[in-house]
T-cell receptor, first 112, second 112 residues
Framework: EAEVAQSPRYKITEKSQAVAFWCDPI?????LYWYRQILGQGPELLVQ????????DSQLPKDRFSAERLKGVDSTLKIQPAELGDSAMYLC??????????FGPGTRLTVT | GDSVTQMEGPVTLSEEAFLTINCTYT??????LFWYVQYPGEGLQLLLK?????DKGSNKGFEATYRKETTSFHLEKGSVQVSDSAVYFC???????????FGTGTSLTVIP
């Protein structure tokens, strides 16, 4: 069964450093989502792509976060500089339609 | 705007007990409704879904019925197992299908 791949699974970084996460969606899924999930809370949408175009990035802190999906397949989410409050699980999801999302295992980020 | 409200946890049950996790929603039009499950350290997995009023989603002994008159989508299972211990998220996809809204999650622990 096809799955959404994410790497790394865990990342520890120091405050003010740059960090990047990678996501490879299920083949054929045109829509890709990045979420941030703070411990004990539900996922919060950061950015949504349709193919290579950004559909929604209204909740993305654009002063430090950036996301790209250059060829409409895999995607990278970057944080620069990282802050203590960025410690969270970063989840990637993809969907063929807009009614059902499939999630990757997530990247657990700890900023020290 | 669209939103989902879940019963707060944590919920602790004995094995073979009956489970209900309440979920109500606010949305314009006719959203699709979902239950996702998250096991420790993992991403979210789609558990079941319903795309129109009176639909019943079911999977692995869990079921939920889309009730438009009460704007609810409560999750039920007749006999829980220790392996059902996880966090459960109710979610909706709005009319346009462009965005998901997640509840805050309900942690379930099943004890032998």
């Amino acid at each position: 069964e096809a799955e959404v791949a994410q790497s790394p699974r865990y990342k520890i970084t120091e405050k003010s450093q740059a960090v990047a996460f990678w996501c490879d969606p299920i083949s054929g899924h045109a829509t890709l989502y990045w979420y941030r999930q703070i411990l004990g809370q539900g996922p919060e949408l950061l950015v949504q792509f349709q193919d290579e175009s950004v559909v929604d990035d209204s909740q993305l802190p654009k002063d430090r976060f950036s996301a790209e999906r250059l060829k409409g397949v895999d995607s990278t989410l970057k944080i620069q500089p990282a802050e203590l409050g960025d410690s969270a699980m970063y989840l990637c999801a993809s969907s063929r339609s807009t009614y059902e999302q499939y999630f990757g295992p997530g990247t657990r980020l700890t900023v020290t | 705007g669209d939103s989902v409200t879940q019963m707060e946890g944590p919920v602790t049950l004995s094995e073979e007990a009956f489970l209900t996790i309440n979920c109500t929603y606010t949305a314009t039009g006719y959203p699709s409704l979902f239950w996702y499950v998250q096991y420790p350290g993992e991403g979210l997995q789609l558990l079941l879904k319903a795309t129109k009023a009176d639909d019943k989603g079911s999977n692995k002994g869990f079921e939920a019925t889309y009730r438009k008159e009460t704007t609810s989508f409560h999750l039920e299972k007749g006999s829980v197992q220790v392996s059902d211990s996880a966090v459960y998220f109710c979610a909706l996809s709005g009319n346009t299908g462009n965005q998901f809204y997640f509840g805050t999650g309900t942690s379930l622990t099943v004890i032998p």
